[in-house]
């Protein structure tokens, strides 16, 4: 079965309106659903329902991550983060969600009343995404892997929250973007976004499918596996 890889959509419900229009389930998101564009919300609405209706997975971006980690989170036995929270809303884009969700910046109850409908589901977004088709196989994660081994790796990201200390490579390390271990097998495919380029890359080892950065006048990508055709939403 074929799979379709979406890039960080990071607030733009009208790209991922077009962009959805034009494929099919399953999906899987590689993060990044919030910050810098206006529409949050929305966003968050459309892709929860989406994962609910079993039509599509989502991983753990690090704007996500931030957040969480900014406004604490029981569930996951974090307690609010003053530091993190500052670095969401100055410098991650959070502006525009508390913007979206017409609360203050300081009002943290206000903002965790908006996004009540999401914040368990964000709460138990993987780290890594793993799928197959025939003999080849792909793997997700927000920001890539690393050099060292494929399965330990894996491993850890399974169980990460348990062992997390802070702003995790696997979710923040733009020097992931083209790292591909030298002993990667043949049928395997690293998948991720965060590493915003102007196209998609699409090698049989690796794709890269962030074209949008959030930013204005940049198109939203996707990547249909294992054919490897590329739909955007200005397409």
């Not at 379709?4 to 309106?17: E, N, P, Q």
């Not at 034009?22 to 529409?39: E, M, N």
């Not at 704007?63 to 500052?86: K, M, Q, T, V």
């Given at each position: 079965m074929s799979v379709t890889f979406i890039g960080d959509v990071h607030g733009w419900s009208d790209r991922l309106d077009r962009l959805l229009a034009k494929i099919k389930p399953p999906l899987v998101f590689v993060g990044d659903l919030i910050d810098r564009g206006p529409d949050a919300p929305g966003v968050l609405a459309r892709v929860h329902a989406l994962c609910d209706r079993g039509e599509a997975h989502c991983l753990l971006g690090n704007h996500e991550y931030a957040l969480l980690r900014g406004i604490g989170s029981p569930a996951l036995g974090l307690e609010p983060d003053a530091a993190f929270y500052a670095a969401w809303h100055l410098r991650?884009?959070?502006?525009?969600?508390?913007?979206?969700?017409?609360?203050?910046?300081?009002?943290?109850?206000?903002?965790?009343?908006?996004?009540?409908?999401?914040?368990?589901?964000?709460?138990?977004?993987?780290?890594?995404?793993?799928?197959?088709?025939?003999?080849?196989?792909?793997?997700?994660?927000?920001?890539?892997?690393?050099?060292?081994?494929?399965?330990?790796?894996?491993?850890?990201?399974?169980?990460?929250?348990?062992?997390?200390?802070?702003?995790?490579?696997?979710?923040?390390?733009?020097?992931?973007?083209?790292?591909?271990?030298?002993?990667?097998?043949?049928?395997?495919?690293?998948?991720?976004?965060?590493?915003?380029?102007?196209?998609v890359v699409v090698t049989p080892q690796r794709i890269l499918c962030d074209t949008s950065g959030g930013m204005p006048n940049r198109p939203l990508s996707a990547v249909v596996w294992p054919e490897g055709r590329v739909v955007t939403s200005e397409s």
């Amino acid at each position: 079965m074929s799979v379709t890889f979406i890039g960080d959509v990071h607030g733009w419900s009208d790209r991922l309106d077009r962009l959805l229009a034009k494929i099919k389930p399953p999906l899987v998101f590689v993060g990044d659903l919030i910050d810098r564009g206006p529409d949050a919300p929305g966003v968050l609405a459309r892709v929860h329902a989406l994962c609910d209706r079993g039509e599509a997975h989502c991983l753990l971006g690090n704007h996500e991550y931030a957040l969480l980690r900014g406004i604490g989170s029981p569930a996951l036995g974090l307690e609010p983060d003053a530091a993190f929270y500052a670095a969401w809303h100055l410098r991650f884009g959070g502006a525009a969600v508390l913007q979206a969700c017409g609360v203050a910046s300081d009002d943290l109850a206000g903002l965790r009343d908006k996004l009540r409908a999401h914040l368990g589901w964000l709460e138990t977004l993987p780290w890594v995404i793993e799928g197959s088709e025939g003999r080849r196989h792909w793997v997700a994660v927000h920001a890539g892997l690393d050099a060292s081994e494929l399965r330990p790796q894996v491993r850890l990201l399974h169980d990460a929250w348990s062992h997390d200390d802070g702003y995790p490579p696997a979710l923040f390390d733009k020097e992931r973007a083209f790292v591909v271990r030298v002993d990667l097998p043949e049928d395997w495919c690293v998948v991720s976004g965060h590493t915003p380029l102007t196209e998609v890359v699409v090698t049989p080892q690796r794709i890269l499918c962030d074209t949008s950065g959030g930013m204005p006048n940049r198109p939203l990508s996707a990547v249909v596996w294992p054919e490897g055709r590329v739909v955007t939403s200005e397409s």
